[in-house]
């Protein structure tokens, strides 16, 4: 249980029996057989040990979450500050609202 009284192992597997499909992705050192506990399938709990290796665990994960199939690449690779999405749009770290995370100049 966390420190809100919830059980987030028994919170997923009510999300699950629903048909909620889970994914797990956590940074650093955390308990991987939790992970796979609260994940839809052991494949989708993914454990990174840095930021840095964050892009190639979401190119891993994309195209398991995204409708119509494996994606392309997003614009520009999204500048190198955000993630390549479902319908190869950028999930950008810079608070970007352009499609390739390239940060609006305002004049």
């Not at 308990?31 to 840095?52: F, N, V």
């Not at 614009?75 to 609006?104: K, S, Y």
Request: charged share 15%.
């Amino acid at each position: 249980q966390n420190n809100m009284g919830v059980d987030p192992i028994e919170v997923a597997d009510r999300l699950k029996a629903n048909g909620v499909v889970i994914v797990t992705i956590a940074v650093g050192d955390l308990d991987l057989p939790q992970l796979r506990e609260i994940a839809s399938a052991e494949d989708l709990a993914l454990l990174t040990p840095s930021y840095a290796e964050l892009q190639t665990v979401m190119n891993r994960v994309t195209p398991l979450i995204c409708s119509g199939g494996p994606q392309s690449s997003c614009p520009n690779d999204c500048q190198g500050v955000g993630f390549c999405g479902c319908g190869n749009q950028c999930l950008c770290g810079n608070n970007a609202t352009t499609p390739d995370c390239t940060p609006l100049v305002r004049k």
